[in-house]
């Protein structure tokens, strides 16, 4: 049997899975989804009274810039513990000749990443699948346990959020005093973000408006004095790109 045949036979055998899966836990009425990769935990919700948390693997991501998929396991950011349990699809790969569960990363559209996902739902043995979706990004996750409230994984995940009163819990983020929802003044950053990104242990969310960028450059950089007058709060995540989106230059 060719990959194509395969592949294909895959994606009809786990849509029933998959289909049962979504109807069982209700994951499709949940507006929002933010994941941890250093728990490899995904969190669904509408508030904070209303949400989900699975344990996941990471299968691969799908770049909406160059139309490429990665495989987890060749993905050096991947921060997840348990991406290595996705081999077992590349050692699948090499047995049979199927060069798209070999190659790390390669060109590819959205009908194969479903198909990638659906045979590493066949090989790992999981709940069902998930795809988060960010302006950039299309990360496609192997469910593998629903999770407690007093679970220790979810414990561990509250303790390292912002309690947010519009958004509920979410990451941590840093801008400025000046911005805010009424006027655009403009939006500097450390580096580029967009929202869902996976951050080194060492990074942050921040940002600041353009009369603060004039400051800090005035003073040769962040010291004492540009400091006292961006004046740096925190934010959660989701209030962080309300802010960018609103606030950047065209």
């Not at 810039?65 to 349990?85: G, H, L, Q, R, V």
Request: charged share 30%; aromatic share 16%.
């Amino acid at each position: 049997m060719d990959y194509e045949e395969f592949a294909a036979e895959k994606c009809q055998q786990i849509m029933q899975v998959q289909e049962k899966f979504r109807e069982e836990s209700g994951i499709d009425r949940y507006k929002h989804w933010y994941y941890d990769a250093d728990l490899a935990l995904l969190r669904l919700y509408n508030d904070d009274e209303d949400q989900l948390f699975f344990k996941y693997i990471p299968v691969g991501t799908f770049s909406l810039i160059s139309e490429t998929w990665m495989w987890s396991w060749f993905n050096e950011y991947s921060a997840e513990p348990n991406k290595d349990n996705i081999l077992a699809i590349k050692d699948f790969g090499i047995k049979n000749d199927y060069n798209k569960l070999t190659e790390g990363t390669f060109p590819a559209d959205e009908f194969d990443c479903w198909e990638f996902a659906s045979i590493a739902l066949d090989t790992l043995d999981g709940m069902g699948l998930y795809r988060a979706s960010s302006e950039k990004l299309q990360s496609y996750f192997l469910l593998t346990t629903t999770l407690g409230e007093n679970s220790p994984e979810v414990i561990n995940f509250k303790q390292k959020k912002v309690e947010c009163k519009t958004h509920g819990r979410s990451r941590a983020a840093f801008v400025c005093q000046h911005l805010d929802l009424e006027n655009p003044k403009g939006f500097e950053e450390s580096f580029e973000t967009y929202k869902g990104m996976d951050l080194d242990e060492d990074d942050d969310f921040a940002a600041w408006c353009d009369e603060c960028e004039k400051v800090r450059i005035s003073y040769n950089g962040w010291n004492d004095d540009s400091e006292e007058f961006a004046k740096i709060k925190l934010i959660c995540e989701d209030c962080y790109f309300d802010l960018k989106n609103f606030n950047k230059s065209e």
